[in-house]
Nanobody
Framework: QVQLVESGGGLVQPGGSLRLSCTAS????????MGWYRQAPGKQRELVAT???????NYADSVKGRFTISRDNAKNTVLLHMNSLKPEDTAVYYC????????????????WGQGTLVTVSS
């Protein structure tokens, strides 16, 4: 079993910045990709950014140019630097990891963090 722990959420004014961090822990697994999703009040969960173990990155159009995703594969950690935050960025941000167990290498699995709240308001 893989567990994800997020941190870094909070209250920030429009135009401000925050850094989210997520670390995966467990035994006998390998991460294929990690990313961030968010769910705003009254909306469905949406992709924010993802990064593969090989460094392939994709962003949602709404955050491109403002957010930066990075990772440390050795530490199974993914970061999300959020700049120029807007009120519409307000959401619960969830870390996601795609991984496989060493004993089930051909079976993809997903893990989700508990979420961290980001509130952008003046």
């Amino acid at each position: 079993q893989v567990q994800l722990v997020e941190s870094g959420g909070g209250l920030v004014q429009p135009g401000g910045s925050l850094r989210l961090s997520c670390t995966a822990s467990g035994s006998f697994f390998s991460i294929n990709a990690m990313g961030w999703y968010r769910q705003a009040p009254g909306k469905q969960r949406e992709l924010v950014a993802t990064i593969t173990s090989g460094g392939l990155i994709n962003y949602a159009d709404s955050v491109k140019g403002r957010f930066t995703i990075s990772r440390d594969n050795a530490k199974n950690t993914v970061l999300l630097h959020m700049n120029s935050l807007k009120p519409e960025d307000t959401a619960v941000y969830y870390c996601n990891a795609g991984y496989h167990r060493w004993t089930q290498l051909r079976t993809p699995l997903d893990a989700w963090g508990q979420g961290t709240l980001v509130t952008v308001s003046s």
